[in-house]
């Protein structure tokens, strides 16, 4: 019996084609017999904690803002993906943090959705402690033990890991697809990322199990 294959996903919270491919990516997990394993990315690490304004992220006018808001939420609402307008990007650093400690408990995976929601959908800053432990609320975790992991720091080292992770593959860009020495760069069609599947092997899920 062939062993599952695993698929890495290079993502950051604060990235709208990872918002983007996250969705395209839940069929792939429908379809196929695969182990999904996110890996945090550093985005944009230098951000101060209050943000900092898109237009000065792209060194461009407002003009140029809501052309590229526009265009992201074309493809997002073909996709029935709700989006507000950006203004803002945010240190996504502790929501990652917070996100490779929720995967530790049962059904914690879910709070990926939440902080993509936070973000692209409420428009709130995902590095504020407040809404990070309001994210966690919505997913059903444990609020206390996520303050102390904050306080703490327990998985900084797991997220630097994932850092180094990022650099040794060579990624520059997210999402970012690996799997069985494979890779793939960008919110790739659903028809992309089946490609892939099938060239590395993996098992494909009988409708009645992918239901």
Same mark, same amino acid.
């Given at each position: 019996?062939?062993?599952?294959?695993?698929?890495e996903?290079?993502?950051?919270?604060?990235?709208?084609?990872c918002?983007?491919?996250?969705?395209r990516?839940?069929?792939?997990?429908?379809?196929?017999?695969?182990?999904?394993?996110?890996? *945090?990315?550093?985005?944009?690490?230098?951000?101060? +904690?209050?943000? =900092?304004?898109?237009?000065?992220?792209? =060194?461009?006018g407002?003009?140029?803002?809501?052309?590229?808001?526009?265009?992201? =939420?074309?493809?997002?609402? $073909?996709?029935?993906?709700?989006?507000?307008?950006?203004?803002?990007?945010?240190?996504?650093?502790i929501?990652?943090?917070?996100?490779?400690w929720?995967?530790?408990?049962?059904?914690g995976? #879910?709070? *990926? %959705?939440?902080?993509?929601? $936070?973000?692209?959908?409420?428009?709130?800053?995902v590095? %504020?402690? /407040? !809404?990070?432990? %309001?994210?966690?609320?919505?997913?059903?975790? %444990?609020?206390?033990?996520a303050? #102390?992991?904050?306080k703490?720091?327990?998985?900084?080292?797991?997220?630097d890991g994932d850092?180094?992770? /990022?650099?040794?593959?060579?990624?520059?860009?997210?999402?970012?697809?690996?799997?069985?020495?494979?890779?793939?760069?960008? #919110?790739?069609? !659903?028809? +992309?990322?089946?490609?892939l599947?099938?060239?590395?092997?993996?098992?494909?899920?009988? $409708?009645?199990? $992918?239901?």
């Amino acid at each position: 019996m062939s062993a599952t294959v695993t698929l890495e996903v290079f993502t950051d919270y604060v990235c709208p084609w990872c918002y983007l491919g996250d969705n395209r990516l839940k069929k792939i997990k429908e379809n196929y017999d695969i182990e999904v394993k996110l890996v *945090h990315f550093p985005l944009h690490p230098e951000t101060p +904690a209050g943000g =900092r304004e898109l237009q000065d992220l792209f =060194r461009c006018g407002p003009e140029e803002i809501a052309e590229k808001n526009n265009r992201m =939420r074309g493809l997002l609402e $073909a996709e029935g993906l709700p989006f507000k307008d950006r203004t803002h990007t945010y240190n996504s650093r502790i929501a990652q943090e917070i996100g490779t400690w929720a995967e530790t408990k049962d059904s914690g995976e #879910a709070i *990926h %959705d939440k902080f993509f929601e $936070a973000y692209f959908v409420e428009g709130r800053n995902v590095g %504020d402690t /407040s !809404v990070i432990l %309001d994210v966690v609320t919505k997913a059903g975790l %444990d609020v206390d033990e996520a303050r #102390a992991i904050i306080k703490e720091r327990r998985f900084k080292k797991a997220v630097d890991g994932d850092w180094s992770k /990022s650099h040794q593959y060579g990624v520059t860009g997210v999402p970012t697809y690996f799997a069985a020495g494979k890779g793939l760069v960008g #919110a790739q069609p !659903v028809e +992309a990322l089946e490609h892939l599947m099938l060239e590395v092997g993996a098992k494909k899920r009988s $409708a009645n199990a $992918a239901k």
